[in-house]
Each structure stands twice: as C-alpha cells, then as structure tokens.
C-alpha cells in the first residue's frame, strides 16, 4: 500500500498541467464538501454554518470550522460526537465519506486528461 510519502513523490513528478489540474478538483471538492456540512447543521442562528471556512495554501488544502464568537471548539465536537446531554448530529463526516468517490473519480479525469492533452 503506498504511503503519503509515496503520493507526495507521485505528485511531485507529475507535469505542472496535471498537478495543476488536480489542485482545482481539489479546491472545488473542498467548496462542494463545505457546503454539505453547511446543509446539514441543524442551526438556530447560523453562526456555525458561518464559520466553516475553506483554507488553501501551498502545502494542502483544508476545511476549517472557525471560531465562533461566543461558543467553545468543544462545541462542534459534540455536535459532531454527542454529550451526555445530547445525541450526535453529525455533519462533518458525513459531507467528507459522500465526497470522496466523487473526488477520485474527478482527481483521476482532471488529471488524465491534463498528461493526454501534454503528450498529444
């Protein structure tokens, strides 16, 4: 089974084109994934739908659930998991397991099709 440091040194020997083309499956993937976390929050007020950001740099790509004004980081972790008080209303791990076949198979023709496109 490869390992993360064998995909970063697949990903390092790819054309720029293809690498390119997989950064923008990426950061589309990342805006489709923040958006069904947003849809499945049960909010009263929005400011947790609000604060799910996604954070791009050089190194990776991420979706972040941001400070909230006036609410903990445990907060989301028990939406998430549940208390003893309250049952688990998840919405971040249901967004990445719906997501992520489709962002292989798109990873997969952005980046065929980027090494067809170089090599023709």
Do not use: C, Y
Request: no cysteine; aromatic share 4%.
């Amino acid at each position: 089974m490869a390992t993360i440091d064998d995909l970063r040194r697949a990903a390092a020997a790819m054309p720029a084109s293809a690498r390119a083309a997989a950064a923008r499956v990426n950061t589309a993937a990342a805006a489709r994934t923040a958006e069904a976390m947003r849809s499945r929050l049960h909010s009263r007020t929005g400011n947790l739908a609000n604060a799910i950001r996604i954070r791009v740099d050089a190194a990776k790509l991420a979706i972040a659930v941001e400070d909230i004004p006036g609410r903990t980081p445990a907060a989301v972790f028990s939406l998430e998991f549940g208390s003893v008080n309250m049952g688990a209303r998840p919405f971040i791990r249901p967004a990445q397991e719906a997501a992520r076949a489709t962002i292989a198979r798109e990873q997969e023709q952005a980046v065929r099709t980027a090494l067809l496109e170089l090599f023709a």
